[in-house]
């Protein structure tokens, strides 16, 4: 059996440079990034704003093409397309098309992966279903929160089921309620077997459905493993401590009898520290 | 290939509700709609040239303010597109850039052409309140688009009195049965000075033959100075292919001649539906196609200069005629025609509406400008927006 066959995801010496002066040279955005993702796994894409996180998934999604390298997703360059149907991007910001309504939008995402109409309709009835957005299915766009214009980005994305998900900062900006309605769905489309990739600063957006993390900095790989290999690395964790009522003041040095403590895990204040390492080259 | 078809076309109607809902075209459609219904013009004197006048003016200004609001369309949506943004990366990921540039260029034509049915259509209800004839409209509309007809495309002047013109072929298609065919023939009497003469009419002969049957009529008719001739021509539907009529002077003495237009053949007047539906498709088609230009160039230059290069490419093919007979006179004979083809096929022109006649041989002489407009349409847009992904790429 070919090794590649596990893999959803294989990136090889992949380079991207912009110009935003004719007069300057280019500015490397990702500067020969390796990284293979297998199939059926959830990696967190970790980088501080400009890390190249964004233009990674752009990347893989087919919208950008690489200056150098080459990127495998599912088998195929990411322009093919059986790569494109089985594949949902979902981009950072929220503005989808603001002059259409739910089930038009949903509609659209429905014909553009090929289903039929039936198809479409019953896909769009479910996800409108888990996003709870009954209320505005006949509502334009133009009129909805972020949170409101998020969850339907998200569900446009899952329409058809895909194999594979490119997620750029899905949860940012929500709510808690609304983080935790994505973070419970987006483990179900892992448990549903998808690959996920999905860029984030937070590891509380991704806890209990990313094991593998990628740290982008300055447009390089600096990291990349299981996020508790990284805990071990940075020797920092943090744990979720249940305290007896009235034990919450002075609780440092306290006999903790009668307490709960949870299981430790990578802290979210090490990965700062560590991002911002990184990205100063220190 | 199909899916990414049946993205394309999604991706379409998205764009089609985008436009319609965003206020800027419906906004001006009504502009148009309120400047249609307030274009005054004396009607007491002579309704009938008053009601062609007011269609003249009526087509011209809902022309110009499509291509417009055509142009604006189509850079407001290249905007869009250059921008990027969730919907439009959502839909590059899902259909595929290729799919997503064709897609957006169908919904942006489809939607002009829709508004272009609806300026029809304005301007046929106001021609009926206008004039308390909604039956009666179906004249102006031949008269005001005299396009309609085929005309001659040559200029034939007589040497010298007694010698016959050089025959006129027309290619009529075989047309609908329903449909009688007119001939209109206007030539100029040459050397004009003899009043009594005027007065009483200059007689010509007409010789029309069918080049595809036995079809064969003489006829003698007097001619008026600045009075065109209709005829009716009784030819049998099966022999309507290509029909041509040779123009005699029996010898009056007066010297007759005749330019580009003069000589026109008239399918004879069909439903008021039908006419509205041609007159709202061709100003559409023609307006989606400098949207198409409007919405390729943007990306490429900059914003003004796309509209500017639009608005220019609408002038100058309005004015294809004169660019033609300044231009291809000059060339040889083969020459002449493959660059007036080309060049036919790429510019839009008002006043010539023979490709897909001349193509789609059966579609009636009526019908086939609008099928003329949309074969433009389809053949430069398609050139320059593969010109435009060829750069880009």
Redesign the interface.
Same mark, same amino acid.
């Given at each position: 059996m070919d090794v590649d066959s596990d893999l959803a995801l294989v990136v090889s010496g992949v380079s991207r440079r912009y110009r935003d002066d004719f007069r300057r040279a280019p500015q490397a955005a990702l500067d020969a990034v390796d990284l293979t993702l297998g199939a059926g796994e959830a990696m967190m894409l970790a980088g501080l704003n400009g890390a190249g996180k964004s233009t990674f998934l752009r990347l893989v999604a087919g919208i950008e093409r690489p200056d150098e390298g080459q990127i495998t997703v599912l088998g195929k360059g990411p322009r093919h397309p059986s790569s494109r149907r089985r594949l949902a991007y979902l981009p950072d910001g929220a503005e989808l098309f603001p002059f259409l309504d739910v089930r038009e939008t949903l509609a659209f995402f429905a014909a553009a992966r090929g289903l039929g109409r039936r198809a479409a309709r019953a896909e769009s009835d479910r996800l409108i279903e888990v996003f709870g957005m009954e209320p505005w299915a006949r509502k334009r766009t133009v009129s909805f929160s972020t949170g409101m214009r998020r969850r339907l980005a998200l569900a446009s994305a899952l329409i058809g089921a895909p194999d594979f998900l490119l997620l750029d900062e899905p949860a940012s900006g929500l709510d808690p309620e609304a983080a935790r309605l994505f973070l419970e769905v987006l483990r179900q489309e892992k448990a549903r077997g998808a690959t996920i990739l999905m860029a984030s600063h937070h590891l509380a957006h991704v806890e209990g459905l990313c094991d593998q993390i990628a740290v982008l900095a300055r447009g390089r790989l600096a990291f990349r493993g299981a996020v508790q290999e990284l805990a071990r690395k940075l020797g920092r964790y943090e744990v979720d401590l249940s305290l007896p009522a009235g034990a919450a003041e002075g609780v440092i040095g306290a006999d903790l009898a009668g307490s709960t403590v949870g299981e430790p895990r990578l802290s979210e204040r090490a990965l700062e520290d560590f991002l911002i390492a990184e990205s100063r080259g220190s | 290939?199909i &899916? $990414?078809l049946? +993205?394309a @076309? =999604?991706?379409a /109607? @998205?764009t089609m509700?985008?436009l319609l809902? /965003?206020g800027t075209l419906p906004l001006a459609f009504l502009g148009l709609t309120l400047y249609v219904g307030f274009l005054r013009l004396p009607v007491e004197l002579d309704p009938t040239a008053a009601r062609a006048r007011f269609l003249d003016q009526a087509f011209s200004a809902g022309a110009a303010g499509l291509v417009l609001v055509a142009a604006v369309a189509g850079l407001q949506l290249a905007a869009g597109r250059a921008r990027g +943004?969730? &919907?439009e $990366?959502?839909?590059?990921? =899902?259909? +595929?850039?290729s799919a997503q540039h064709w897609g957006r260029a169908l919904g942006l034509s489809a939607v002009l052409v829709l508004l272009g049915l609806g300026l029809g259509l304005t301007i046929m209800i106001n021609v009926g309140l206008r004039f308390d004839d909604l039956v009666g409209v179906e004249a102006p509309i031949r008269h005001a688009l005299s396009s309609e007809g085929f005309r001659n495309e040559r200029e034939t002047r007589f040497a010298r009195p007694g010698a016959s013109a050089e025959a006129l072929v027309f290619d009529l298609g075989h047309g609908d049965p329903d449909q009688a065919l007119e001939f209109r023939f206007s030539p100029r009497l040459l050397l004009v000075g003899r009043s009594a003469a005027l007065r009483a009419g200059v007689p010509i002969a007409l010789e029309i033959r069918a080049l595809d049957g036995g079809y064969r009529r003489r006829r003698v008719l007097e001619l008026h100075e600045g009075k065109p001739l209709r005829v009716a021509l009784d030819l049998p539907r099966a022999q309507r292919g290509r029909l041509a009529i040779t123009v005699e002077n029996p010898g009056s003495g007066w010297l007759i001649g005749f330019t580009r237009g003069d000589a026109t053949i008239l399918a004879g007047a069909d439903s008021l539906a039908a006419a509205i539906l041609r007159a709202g498709l061709i100003l559409g088609l023609y307006a989606a196609f400098f949207a198409m230009i409007a919405y390729f160039l943007r990306g490429r230059v900059g914003a003004v200069s796309a509209l500017l290069l639009t608005l220019a490419f609408a002038l100058l093919s309005s004015s294809f005629a004169q660019v033609e007979d300044g231009l291809f006179d000059r060339l040889p004979g083969a020459g002449r025609e493959v660059a007036a083809t080309l060049l036919g096929l790429l510019l839009p022109d008002f006043a010539r509406h023979d490709v897909a006649a001349m193509l789609v041989r059966g579609v009636s002489p009526a019908w086939a400008q609008v099928g003329d407009a949309g074969l433009r349409l389809a053949i430069g847009s398609v050139l320059v927006g593969f010109l435009a992904r060829v750069r880009k790429s």
């Open positions: - | 290939m &899916g $990414d049946r +993205g @076309v =999604a991706l /109607r @998205v509700f985008e809902r /965003r +943004g969730s &919907g $990366d959502l839909a590059r990921q =899902a259909i +595929g850039e």
